[in-house]
């Protein structure tokens, strides 16, 4: 499997961000890893609705996602698309090994506080963070293809 980027953003698929993400990659596939959007029948079909032309979308729980991981040998360009870090740190622990992650957005919620303008956490959720990066990910905030990245260690 070719993965180009790993992601982050609580806004899934969504307008002009995730276009130059796609554009900028040359992505031609995004697998949507999340146990609970992969059950809900009628949010998969507006994920499928409101992907891009040309873009294949799967939505799979990480038991699927793994399965496809460990026998896909396409070159397909592939993003793995993220509602919660929790599922990224799922896929380490059943196996998947990646270097870097990208935090999108992350919205804000009574249990988590603000690390940048578009990236709140939980204390859960900086753990997971931390965790990660000292297995040697490089865990990094960046809205934009076209924007700075900024190690997360550095927020958190």
């Given at each position: ?9 609580e ?16 992505i ?19 994920l499928?609705?409101?992907s ?7 939505v ?30 799922q ?30 956490m939980?204390?859960?959720?900086k ?20 924007d ?9």
């Amino acid at each position: 499997m070719n993965v180009r980027l790993l992601r982050v953003d609580e806004r899934l698929i969504h307008g002009q961000i995730m276009t130059r993400w796609i554009t900028g990659l040359s992505i031609t596939r995004i697998i949507l890893v999340d146990d609970n959007v992969a059950k809900d029948d009628f949010l998969r079909q507006v994920l499928l609705l409101a992907s891009p032309v040309g873009v294949d979308v799967l939505v799979l729980s990480v038991d699927d996602a793994i399965r496809l991981i460990n026998t896909d040998t396409s070159d397909q360009k592939t993003m793995l698309l993220f509602k919660e870090i929790t599922y990224v740190k799922q896929l380490w622990d059943k196996g998947f090994r990646f270097k870097r992650l990208n935090i999108g957005n992350i919205g804000s919620s009574p249990k988590r506080r603000a690390i940048t303008r578009e990236v709140y956490m939980s204390d859960e959720e900086k753990k997971i963070a931390k965790e990660l990066c000292s297995h040697g990910i490089y865990v990094y905030i960046q809205k934009l293809p076209t924007d700075k990245e900024q190690d997360i260690l550095s927020k958190i």
